[in-house]
């Protein structure tokens, strides 16, 4: 039908002769089949390292901040570093979905729901640091603006740090809520296939009863929409505000009105990493070569040499304008001489290679359309954007105004032993996720199958040549 | 006598579906429900559906959303412990206003998203522990079925069905 055209000269997004009924194959396979060994030693590793994790939060708790590597100057170094990478990350997910729908562009429907879980899964990982450097965890609902015996003493709705728990509580919730809509259809296609009947009612459960009435979908269509445009300037919103975190502050390096431009690009940058890192393995492991194919990573690829082209042009004018100040201070914040020189120089100059030299291999089509050569740049750029945050964090708090508090910051085995723990604990939800929810948005890929399928693409080009 | 008989009839493809929804209408029949295992564009223009309104729900919802920010806001920064924090003005809601956007900005957006979604879950009837409706579990992988009410006519409407390229045409009682 005419309505399905797509302009042949566009690659297909999904590849082979695939029916209807084939894709919901291929994507019940992962759930309906049995995990392989490489997914339980995965999951064994991730496993230990959430475990060894648990063991440094509850020493962190048990004893206190000063198990970490915190001094008198240095008052946050690795927590507020690892809430800020795991807050980026988790920035590509609703940025897939939600501007990606806004656009458009299909090839979105191949990731966009491995992106969200990654969103979600990274948000959890990020809101526990500053739980747990509360110390005292369990007065966390004090950041809740409820009333109180403390003669009503309220929140400070001026402070950027209460910007923070309304925005990422805000981010996660809208996150879920927009990922869980999005996984009816497909729980409700998991559900109507199972034999088993404890996974039958799981699954009945998950899916809210979905039925897929033509209003349904009238609806579904319009919440996405809808959400996508909510969705968007909350993207854009949370990021900006964890900047604002440092920009607010008084503190040369930190107070910088280019911040919170410059923070969102590198979240998208380092959230696109992650999304070309996780679906690098996935789409081995649970077979989708078909759905996630050289053109999405490409397309992935492309946002990241924008992104992290605008990431380059801050640190740029971050430096020039240190310089420009004369200000002898100001040689000493994360992107000037003296941090290039000085003692955390190694820190410096891994941020450089990492985040602007590395990337750069994409301009290069051979590399950028290449599975692996893009695995290891997204490796590279998930590293790359830890050292930022440290650099921004450790290397402007161990100048301070006087000599005298010159300071190095120097991690414990806990504040490492923390960061790993959250990545395994990352990890094991991530895994848990691969076997046990659809990971890719079947009923969304089912409607592109006409205009971008391969076979329905080379049928019509068939047509047209005779 | 109004019975409680209707006819099933299945598609294997979105098009041909859609040709069938037309000729069903073109027939003066009323269609009363098609299920598709994903949204088939056009398909709600066809059957008549009203658009949905909750585009505007999600406006208003928004609009209180800000105006609880507004009101929490001010209520606890100004009016009942006003405090002198780094120097900003806390004697009137409208001068600290600048730094209250951030807030009144994610409240707009929690409320506006949250309350929507509860409305199309409440408006759809979806909800944990709530039983599917869908009368072919194919309907949620590759087959899609228009039910059609029959009044004394099975024979005229299976005899149309059978031209629309239907790959099953069932009549079923309906309780």
Same mark, same amino acid.
């Given at each position: 039908?005419?309505?399905?055209?797509?302009?042949?000269? &566009?690659?297909?997004?999904?590849?082979?002769?695939?029916?209807? *009924?084939?894709?919901?194959?291929?994507?019940?396979?992962?759930?309906?089949?049995?995990?392989?060994?490489?997914?339980?030693?995965?999951?064994?590793?991730?496993?230990?390292?959430?475990?060894?994790?648990?063991?440094?939060?509850?020493?962190?708790? +048990?004893?206190?901040?000063?198990?970490?590597?915190?001094?008198?100057?240095?008052?946050?170094?690795?927590?507020?570093? @690892?809430?800020?990478?795991w807050v980026?990350i988790g920035h590509a997910g609703t940025l897939i979905s939600a501007v990606l729908l806004l656009?458009?562009?299909?090839?979105r429907m191949?990731i966009n729901r491995s992106a969200e879980a990654m969103t979600i899964f990274a948000v959890f990982q990020a809101g526990?640091?500053?739980?747990? *450097?509360?110390?005292?965890?369990?007065?966390?609902?004090?950041?809740l603006?409820?009333?109180?015996?403390?003669?009503?003493?309220?929140?400070?709705?001026?402070?950027?740090?209460?910007w923070d728990v309304f925005a990422i509580s805000t981010y996660l919730s809208v996150s879920l809520v927009f990922w869980w809509t999005g996984l009816l259809p497909d729980f409700a296609m998991i559900r109507?296939?199972?034999?088993? %009947?404890?996974?039958?009612?799981i699954y009945a459960l998950l899916s809210f009863g979905w039925s897929g009435r033509?209003k349904d979908w009238q609806r579904f269509e319009e919440v996405s929409l809808v959400l996508a445009g909510l969705a968007t300037p909350l993207v854009l919103s949370v990021h900006?505000i964890?900047?604002?975190?440092?920009?607010?502050?008084?503190?040369?390096?930190?107070?910088?009105?280019?911040? %919170?431009?410059?923070?969102?690009?590198?979240a998208?940058?380092?959230g696109?990493?992650?999304v070309?890192?996780?679906?690098?393995?996935?789409?081995?492991?649970? @077979?989708?070569?078909?759905?996630?194919?050289?053109? *999405?990573?490409?397309?992935?690829?492309?946002?990241?040499?924008?992104?992290?082209?605008?990431?380059?042009?801050?640190?740029?004018?971050?430096?020039?304008?240190?310089?420009?100040?004369?200000?002898?201070?100001?040689?000493?914040?994360?992107?000037?001489?003296?941090?290039?020189?000085? %003692?955390?120089?190694?820190?410096?100059?891994?941020?450089?290679?990492?985040?602007?030299?590395?990337?750069?291999?994409?301009?290069?089509?051979?590399?950028?359309?290449?599975?692996?050569?893009?695995?290891?740049?997204?490796?590279?750029?998930?590293? +790359?954007?830890?050292?930022?945050?440290?650099?921004?964090?450790?290397?402007?708090?161990?100048? +301070?105004?006087? %000599?005298?508090?010159?300071?190095?910051?120097?991690?414990?085995?806990?504040?490492?032993?923390?960061?790993?723990?959250?990545?395994?604990?990352f990890?094991?939800l991530f895994?848990l996720y691969a &076997?046990t929810f659809p990971v890719i948005a079947q009923a969304e890929v089912?409607t592109?199958?006409?205009?971008?399928?391969?076979?329905?693409?080379?049928?019509?080009?068939?047509?047209?040549?005779? | 006598?109004?019975?409680?008989?209707?006819?099933?009839?299945?598609?294997? =493809?979105?098009?041909?579906?859609? =040709?069938?929804?037309?000729?069903?209408?073109?027939?003066?029949?009323?269609?009363?429900?098609?299920?598709?295992?994903f949204p088939?564009?056009?398909?709600?223009?066809?059957?008549?559906?009203?658009?949905t309104r909750l585009a505007i729900c999600a406006f208003i919802y928004g609009l209180l959303g800000l105006?609880f920010a507004?009101?929490?806001?001010?209520?606890?920064?100004?009016?009942?412990?006003?405090?002198?924090?780094?120097?900003?003005?806390?004697?009137?809601?409208?001068?600290?206003?600048?730094?209250?956007?951030p807030i009144m900005f994610e409240l707009t957006v929690f409320f506006a998203a949250h309350l929507m979604v509860i409305t199309f879950y409440m408006r759809s009837r979806l909800w944990p522990f709530k039983?599917a409706?869908?009368?072919?579990?194919?309907?949620t992988? =590759?087959?899609?079925?228009?039910?059609?009410?029959?009044?004394?006519?099975?024979? !005229?409407?299976?005899?149309?069905?059978?031209?629309?390229?239907?790959?099953?045409?069932?009549?079923? !009682?309906?309780?």
């Open positions: 039908m005419s309505s399905h055209y797509e302009a042949p000269i &566009r690659e297909p997004l999904v590849l082979g002769e695939k029916s209807y *009924h084939d894709i919901t194959m291929d994507i019940v396979k992962p759930i309906e089949g049995k995990a392989n060994k490489n997914w339980y030693i995965a999951f064994t590793i991730a496993l230990i390292a959430f475990l060894w994790g648990v063991g440094c939060i509850l020493y962190t708790i +048990g004893t206190g901040i000063g198990v970490w590597g915190l001094n008198k100057n240095i008052g946050w170094a690795w927590d507020i570093t @690892n809430f800020v990478w980026g656009f458009r562009q299909k090839w191949a526990l640091f500053p739980l747990i *450097h509360m110390g005292r965890p369990w007065n966390g609902y004090w950041v603006p409820i009333p109180n015996q403390f003669g009503s003493l309220w929140v400070n709705f001026n402070s950027p740090l209460l109507d296939r199972a034999v088993k %009947p404890f996974q039958k009612k033509a900006t964890v900047s604002m975190d440092f920009a607010t502050s008084i503190n040369p390096g930190w107070h910088s009105t280019i911040f %919170p431009p410059y923070f969102v690009a590198g998208i940058f380092s696109f990493a992650m070309q890192t996780l679906l690098g393995i996935m789409r081995k492991v649970s @077979n989708l070569e078909s759905y996630i194919t050289r053109l *999405h990573v490409e397309y992935m690829n492309i946002v990241i040499m924008v992104t992290g082209g605008i990431v380059a042009v801050a640190y740029a004018s971050e430096f020039f304008i240190a310089w420009y100040t004369g200000s002898p201070y100001e040689n000493y914040t994360y992107m000037s001489i003296g941090a290039a020189t000085g %003692p955390y120089g190694w820190a410096f100059w891994s941020l450089i290679l990492f985040n602007i030299a590395i990337p750069q291999f994409l301009w290069i089509e051979k590399v950028r359309r290449s599975f692996i050569w893009s695995f290891i740049i997204s490796i590279a750029i998930n590293i +790359g954007m830890w050292f930022e945050r440290f650099d921004i964090i450790a290397i402007v708090l161990s100048k +301070g105004h006087l %000599p005298s508090t010159w300071t190095r910051f120097e991690p414990t085995f806990v504040d490492v032993g923390v960061f790993v723990g959250t990545i395994g604990f990890f094991v895994l &076997r089912k592109i199958m006409k205009s971008s399928g391969q076979h329905y693409k080379q049928l019509r080009d068939g047509k047209n040549e005779h | 006598m109004s019975t409680n008989k209707v006819i099933h009839a299945l598609y294997n =493809d979105d098009d041909v579906l859609m =040709d069938a929804v037309k000729t069903v209408k073109e027939a003066n029949h009323h269609i009363e429900e098609v299920f598709t295992p088939v564009h056009g398909l709600d223009k066809l059957l008549g559906l009203p658009h105006s507004i009101w929490m806001t001010n209520y606890m920064m100004i009016e009942n412990w006003p405090q002198d924090i780094g120097g900003k003005p806390s004697f009137s809601w409208i001068v600290n206003m600048p730094a209250f956007v039983e409706e869908n009368p072919d579990p194919r309907t992988d =590759d087959i899609f079925l228009m039910e059609i009410p029959v009044h004394n006519n099975e024979e !005229e409407l299976t005899a149309l069905l059978n031209t629309t390229n239907a790959v099953e045409i069932k009549v079923i !009682e309906k309780h």
